[in-house]
């Protein structure tokens, strides 16, 4: 189903069958497809997974696939196509949107359809391609300008924002990668939350609370584990247990002799037995 109105933008619904794709070559147009129905891939400068409500946005000059993921269940697209010109025809002395649209998205070429605005963006679009079925003409063409420029400057906000939550996703990202790197580099050294907290300047509770998100475990039971694991190797060398324990970081030898069996099910000397008799 497609339809021009006024030239300022073309609507075209794509149903995909069950592993089928689609190829979208822009031109001269910038295009905005909405997820509704269906998983897809997205193959930009990476392949993205794209979920209901998620919003692909594509520049001029860009030829991009979109392919179902399942075998078993098809995918709703919609999308609306704007021509360069119409972003000039549509700017005003505050907003130039032939020039914002050049610069937006920074870094998303999809934006999750958990923004707050995604699911108000994809009804405008609706809005916009039932217009010409409606029986009351009165006003339409400035209603359909209107709504269109809206849209237009909902995006761009949107895409901003995306941005912003992007770009913080990947510095938590980026900060939890150190963390890790520290770790590894000082596994036998002062690794409590105040020595994090001096070292990357950042609250122990925020270091404590991403580092689980990303390892799936405390921060605490991590650095346990991995001295856990260094002391197997030294008491295979036939190292006491005392100087273990030191080597390791431990705080005492009742607590490694504690967390060692703990996560081994046996004692540091039982290890040892049972691992040279292998």
Known sequence: ?????????????????????????????????????????????????????????????????????????????????IPEKSLTALSDATCDLAEKFRFAPYETAVIPGEMKSAML????????????????????ELYEKSLF?????????????????????QKKMLIIDDVFEYISQHLTEDLSLKRLEEEFFISGEHISREFKKSAGVTLHSYITRARIDLSKKYLLQGLSVRDVCQMC???SYNHFFKMFKQECGMTPMEYYRKTRKI
């Open 1 to 81: 189903m497609e339809m021009f109105m006024q030239n300022l933008f073309k609507i075209t619904k794509y149903s995909l069958d069950a592993g089928a794709n689609h190829i979208f070559r822009t031109g001269y147009r910038y295009g905005v497809i909405f997820v509704l129905h269906g998983t897809c891939q997205f193959s930009g400068e990476i392949q993205q997974l794209c979920r209901p409500s998620d919003i692909i946005f594509l520049k001029p000059g860009q030829t991009k696939e979109i392919l179902t993921l399942s075998q078993k269940s098809s995918c709703a697209l919609l999308c609306i196509m």
């Open 121 to 140: 963006l994809r009804n405008m679009v609706i809005k916009l391609d039932a217009l010409k079925d409606e029986d009351i003409k009165l006003g339409t």
């Open 149 to 169: 420029t809206a849209f237009l400057a909902l995006f761009l906000r949107t895409c901003i924002q995306s941005d912003q939550v992007h770009q913080s996703h």
């Open 249 to 251: 970081g431990f705080s």
